[in-house]
Every structure is written in structure tokens, then in C-alpha cells.
């Protein structure tokens, strides 16, 4: 298994690119989901930020020490080889590349068609660009054709750009990362300095703890997804076993403390029940509170940047997906797969084949929102793409948080801090999300279609791979 690609990216694009991917999206049209699962209360809320970003904290420390390991090509599959063999680590390439990836891209790139929409006035449902046009569907926003067009220009024109100008992407990522944060920290800070945060913050709530708060780490994991993808180009990392432990460590606790901080700011100034009548619209208002129109409209530009430095640095990973498994000859064609352009230095049968996987999921997209309301297709009511990745992704870092301990146990190959205790803490925060995912109301859909999905991967995996273990 040999990689072709160059050593492009340094330690502030591996950073940029897990704060990049990970700030964005959820943080922006979760909040709401967050509120109606605690029932408003601010408090919980908080708590389950900790929790949830703990898990990601302790996940980043467990996953360094599987980097500083090995750099080969495949992030979360090489992970998956090293603690229990290559068959599951097969099987966590096929699932990100079938079931994981392409959802989120899909419907990132629907947030960032909302927010563009907002940004420009386009809320009319019979308007192309701000151009009235009576002939097209009377679909109500945010699922007018107007967010479709938009979605699918956007979703056309980050796989080109990731696929034939990977160094440009990388530096917009960079850029993309310090616009984002910016903006949430100075809507954080003017929340917290002149809202009224004890108002809504009441540690007295502590024994109101019970289901709902484990299903709000669902969209609180959905709000932090995406810090798995930096390993995926460690083999483009320059010194990754130095700098993808460093950037694993740091970058969730950045995450963390600015999630909690906007949290608190935006509930501070428009309150839980504004929130929960808003919905994904919050942002909009709370930075019009302040700001007014103008600064409204440059807080909703870094929004829209800010979701799409998201969208970028998930499509950046995905790209490579395919191409790993494609190295060690486990995808039909996998010749083509491994073929890296040497004028871009890109897979660009693998980016081909991630760029139609998100157009099929943009497609699901519609047929769980547009297609229910509209056309009754019945089958996809009460579906959301967005939660159908989440609780096996985390079942997957279970494993290889266990696989860690089991090799620190075995052969004694790291420190207790780094091989158990770690590992443990990362366990047990990934373990309330997924019990928090098993409270959904759609999880046996989701689970029984997801692992079918899976299963029929190991049909075409070629015969002489399966079942070849570590």
C-alpha cells in the first residue's frame, strides 16, 4: 500500500481544518433541536455541551495516540486495522464512505444554500435568485427550489474546487477557520457581556437530568461531528506524528469553550422560548439585535462562510476515502480508485465517485422534506439524513477507543494515562451519545438500514480480503 500524494498541509491547516469542519453548521441550526429536548432549560443544555465536547476532548488524546503510531492513508480505517484487523477496518471505510460523508455533505450544503438565502432576501417560494418566476413549485422556504438550485450549484462547485485546486482549498480552509471564529466569539461575548446570562443559567437545575438531556447529545454530536476527518489526510500532513496529535488535542478544546460561550450568549439575549419559535432562523435575529442591518449582514456573510469552510473540509476528507480503500485493493476498480492525477495530485476517480454519493443523499434530502410535505411519499416521513450517521460513527470510535485499551493491556505500548485512562474517559462521552441516539424515535429505521448497508459492503469487497484480520 503505497501512497503517491504529496505532504501539503502543516499544523494550522490540520487545526483550521477540524476547527473548520467541526464550527460551521450545527452550532448554528441545532441550538433549537438542543432547547426542545431539555425542554428549554439553558442549564442542561450547558451540561451537555460539556459532556458531549469531554467526549471529544478525550477522543482526540486517544486518537493521538494511535497517530503518532502510523501516518498511512485512511484515517479512521487504519485506526480500525491497528486495534481489531483489516475487516473492520473495511467496514469503517465503506460506512463513511457510503453512509457517513455524503449525508453530511448533503445537508451542509442545504444550510449553507439557508443562510445564502437569508443573506440576499431569496425567501420568496416562486423565486430563482431573487427572480420571481410563477411557473416554479410553490414549495415553502427553507424548501423552496430556490434552496435546491442553490445546494446543488454549491455542492458542484466544492468537490471542482477540491478536486482540481487542493493547495487553494486547504488556504481557504485556513481563512474560513479564522472568519468563523471570529464571529462566534464576538456574537459569544456581546451576548454574554450584555444579555443576561444568570437569568437563563440556573445550576440549581442539575436534578432535572433525565432522557431528554441524552437526546440532545444526539444533535450536540451532530454539532461537533466532523473531528474524525483530520486523520483521513494524515499521508498529507507535513510530520503527522507530530503535528495531527497536536492539532487532535487542541482543536476540540477550542471547539468546546466557544460552543459553550455562544450557547450561553444567544440564550442570554433572546431566550430559550424566542429560540424554539425561531428556530434555525436565531442567529439571524440575535445579530440583528445588536447589530442591525449591516451588521447583521457581515454576521450572516461569516455565517455563510463559516458553514461553508464545514462543507469544504468534509469534502476535502471524503475525496480520500475511497482512494484508501482503493490502496489496499478492497473496492471494485480499486485500480482506479488508487490512481492519484499528477497534475493535481487528486483521486479524481475517487472524487468523481464521493461527488455522486452526495448528489444521491442531496436526493434523499428532498425526499424526506420536499417529497413527504408535497408528494406523500410516506415511506421517509419522520427520516433526517443529518442523524442517520451519527450514533454508528461513535460506535465505530467505541471500538477503537477499546481496541487501545486492549493493546495497552496486551503489549503495554503507551502510558496508563494515554492507554486506559484516555480511552476510558473518551468511551464513556461517546457512550451517552449513542444512548441518547438508541432514545430517537427512528433508530431501528436507522440501525437496521445502516447495517444492512454495511453488510452488503462485504459482497463486494473482493473475496481474497475478507475475513483477513490483523
Request: net charge positive; hydrophobic share 55%; proline share 4%.
Amino acid at each position: 500500500m503505497e501512497n503517491t500524494q504529496k505532504r501539503k498541509f502543516g499544523l494550522l491547516t490540520t487545526v483550521a481544518m477540524i476547527v473548520g469542519i467541526v464550527i460551521g453548521s450545527g452550532i448554528f441550526f441545532k441550538v433549537d433541536d438542543i432547547l426542545d429536548a431539555v425542554n428549554g432549560n439553558v442549564t442542561l443544555g450547558v451540561i451537555a455541551w460539556i459532556v458531549g465536547g469531554a467526549g471529544i476532548v478525550f477522543g482526540g488524546l486517544t486518537m493521538a495516540v494511535l497517530a503518532k503510531r502510523d501516518e498511512n492513508v485512511g484515517g479512521l480505517i487504519t485506526y480500525c486495522e491497528m486495534t481489531w484487523g483489516k475487516t473492520l477496518g473495511y467496514l469503517a471505510g465503506w460506512f463513511q464512505t457510503i453512509f457517513y460523508y455524503p449525508p453530511l455533505v448533503a445537508i451542509i450544503s442545504w444550510v449553507s444554500s439557508l443562510y445564502i438565502t437569508e443573506l440576499f432576501g431569496w425567501t420568496n417560494p416562486q423565486t430563482l435568485f431573487g427572480i420571481k418566476m410563477s411557473f416554479l413549485p410553490n414549495w415553502a422556504y427553507p424548501f423552496s427550489f430556490n434552496e435546491w438550485t442553490i445546494s446543488l450549484l454549491i455542492i458542484v462547485l466544492f468537490f471542482a474546487f477540491n478536486a482540481l485546486l487542493t493547495k487553494i482549498a486547504g488556504q481557504f480552509q485556513s481563512g474560513a477557520m479564522i472568519i468563523k471564529v471570529s464571529a462566534l466569539v464576538v456574537l459569544a461575548v456581546t451576548g454574554i457581556t450584555f444579555g443576561n446570562p444568570s437569568a437563563v443559567v440556573h445550576f440549581a437545575d442539575l436534578g432535572l437530568i433525565g432522557g431528554g438531556f441524552f437526546i440532545a447529545l444526539v444533535p450536540i454530536a451532530f454539532a461537533y461531528d466532523g473531528w474524525q476527518v483530520a486523520p483521513s489526510i494524515a499521508h498529507e500532513i507535513k510530520n503527522p506524528k507530530r503535528n495531527l496529535p497536536l492539532a487532535l488535542t487542541f482543536a476540540p478544546i477550542i471547539i468546546m469553550v466557544i460552543y459553550i460561550a455562544y450557547f450561553i450568549g444567544i440564550n442570554a439575549v433572546l431566550g430559550p422560548t424566542r429560540i424554539l419559535e425561531l428556530g434555525d432562523g436565531a442567529v439571524s435575529e440575535f445579530a440583528q439585535h445588536f447589530f442591525g442591518n449591516i451588521g447583521y449582514k457581515v454576521v450572516l456573510t461569516a455565517v455563510v462562510i463559516s458553514v461553508l469552510g464545514t462543507l469544504n473540509g468534509l469534502i476535502l476528507g471524503y475525496i480520500r476515502l475511497p482512494y484508501a480503500l482503493g490502496l489496499r485493493n478492497e473496492l471494485p476498480m480499486s485500480d482506479k480508485f488508487s490512481k492519484v492525477d499528477k497534475k493535481t495530485d487528486i483521486p479524481l476517480f475517487s472524487a468523481m465517485f464521493t461527488f455522486s454519493m452526495a448528489l444521491l443523499w442531496l436526493a434523499m434530502h428532498f425526499a424526506t422534506t420536499v417529497g413527504v410535505s408535497y408528494f406523500n411519499w410516506t415511506i421517509f416521513k419522520g427520516v433526517k439524513v443529518d442523524e442517520l450517521s451519527i450514533v454508528l460513527i461513535y460506535i465505530f470510535m467505541v471500538l477503537i477507543y477499546l481496541g487501545v485499551m486492549k493493546d495497552h493491556l496486551r503489549i503495554k505500548n503507551s502510558t496508563v494515562i494515554e492507554g486506559l485512562v484516555f480511552p476510558i474517559l473518551a468511551t464513556l462521552g461517546a457512550s451517552t451519545a449513542i444512548y441518547g441516539g438508541f432514545l430517537k424515535p427512528m433508530v431501528r429505521t436507522y440501525l437496521i438500514i445502516s447495517i444492512i448497508g454495511i453488510l452488503a459492503g462485504l459482497l463486494l469487497k473482493p473475496r481474497h480480503h475478507i475475513g483477513k484480520s490483523k
